[in-house]
Nanobody, 121 residues
Framework: QVQLVESGGGLVQAGGSLRLSCAAS????????MNWFRQAPGKQRELVAA???????NYADSVKGRFTISRDYAKNTVTLQMNSLKPEDTAVYYC???????????????WGQGTQVTVSS
């Protein structure tokens, strides 16, 4: 059983910062990618930041220069540092990861339960 648990959401004023964390736990042999998505009310879920093996990162244009994704491979965690937050960043943020549970296992994609980020103007 694998779980992704996010933390760090909350309410912040525009221009402020928040740091989201996601911890993967359970039967984990390897993790290829760990990403952050978000979904605002009435909108589709969108990729915010991606981290793949080899520390390759990718960001949505709307967050480039403001958000930073980083991984701790030893702890199986991924964080999203969000600076210069804007009201349009308000959404539920989800952690997403591709995980293999055993040496001969198959890679599955997992999602966290989501954490609310609200940015007031």
């Amino acid at each position: 059983q694998v779980q992704l648990v996010e933390s760090g959401g909350g309410l912040v004023q525009a221009g402020g910062s928040l740091r989201l964390s996601c911890a993967a736990s359970g039967n984990i042999f390897s993790i290829s990618f760990m990403n952050w998505f978000r979904q605002a009310p009435g909108k589709q879920r969108e990729l915010v930041a991606a981290s793949t093996v080899g520390d390759k990162t990718n960001y949505a244009d709307s967050v480039k220069g403001r958000f930073t994704i980083s991984r701790d491979y030893a702890k199986n965690t991924v964080t999203l540092q969000m600076n210069s937050l804007k009201p349009e960043d308000t959404a539920v943020y989800y952690c997403n990861a591709a995980i293999v549970s055993s040496m001969w296992g198959v890679e599955y994609e997992y999602w966290g339960q989501g954490t609310q980020v609200t940015v007031s103007s």
